[in-house]
């Protein structure tokens, strides 16, 4: 079964300070992997997308990192803002399946506190 | 939230009844879908459709049904037949169909229905 796991479920970090995301997956042939930043209420907005041949990308103070091998994904958020306090959430998609059968991850949420 | 709009944001409904949400695209995207997304947990797939007048159930499907006559729209309908529909949904759209590649979803800001 396709699973993607996420850690940590939650993480309070110090506005500047920077952090780092875990995503780990067993989606098998893998397609792309995607991180999309949720604020509270509202929906999902897309950070990055990485196929396999890719293992970094960077949208601003976001850089993601993908090791297909290890089939594992990190998102490091630079000098954090206190509008980052939201929930992450990691999604991988197979070879061959519409990006609707993706598998999500149950997401990281983090506050950023002042 | 990109060119998908959801209407209500909030929908409150008395049991027994059906409600139906609005999803509606400008992006020109082939494919829509419909999630469903419940506290602390992952976005689970509910209905998505590749082309006009033609959908595929996700993986809870049980208790609710789209249609979708016009490439722009996808309404979801909440029958009574869903034991426990109070949930936030959200709709998205891609521009592509089951050609793997990085396809990009964009979803719209969600309906948050609530069963009193």
């Known amino acids: 079964k396709n699973q993607v796991e996420q850690s940590p479920q939650s993480l309070i970090i110090l506005e500047g300070k920077n952090c780092t995301l875990q995503?780990?997956?067993?989606?098998?042939?893998?397609?792309?992997l995607r991180w999309y930043k949720q604020d509270t209420g509202r929906g999902p907005v897309s950070l990055t997308i990485m196929t396999f041949s890719e293992n970094t990308k960077s949208n601003g103070r976001y850089t993601a990192t993908l090791d297909a091998d290890t089939k594992q994904s990190s998102l490091h958020i630079t000098a954090s803002q206190l509008s980052d306090s939201a929930s992450y959430i990691c999604?991988?998609?197979?070879?061959?399946?519409?990006?609707?059968?993706?598998?999500f991850g149950d997401g990281t949420t983090l506050t950023v506190k002042p | 939230d990109g060119g998908i709009t959801q209407s209500p944001k909030y929908l409150f409904r008395k049991e027994g009844q059906n409600v139906t949400l609005s999803c509606e695209q400008n992006l020109n995207h082939d494919a829509m879908y419909w999630y469903r997304q419940d506290p602390g947990q992952g976005l689970r797939l509910i209905y998505y459709?590749?082309?006009?007048?033609?959908?595929q159930k996700g993986d809870i499907a049980e208790g609710y049904s789209v249609s979708r006559e016009k490439k722009e729209s996808f309404p979801l309908t909440v029958t009574s037949a869903q034991k426990n529909p109070t949930a936030f949904y959200l709709c998205?759209?891609?521009?592509?169909?089951?050609?793997?590649?990085?396809?990009?979803?964009?979803f719209g800001p969600g309906t948050r229905l609530t069963v009193l």
């Open positions: 999604v991988v998609s197979g070879l061959k399946t519409n990006a609707g059968k993706s598998t």
């Open positions: 995503c780990n997956y067993t989606v098998s042939p893998f397609s792309n």
């Open positions: 998205a759209s891609s521009i592509d169909r089951a050609s793997g590649g990085a396809i990009e979803q964009f």
């Open positions: 459709s590749q082309i006009v007048n033609d959908f």
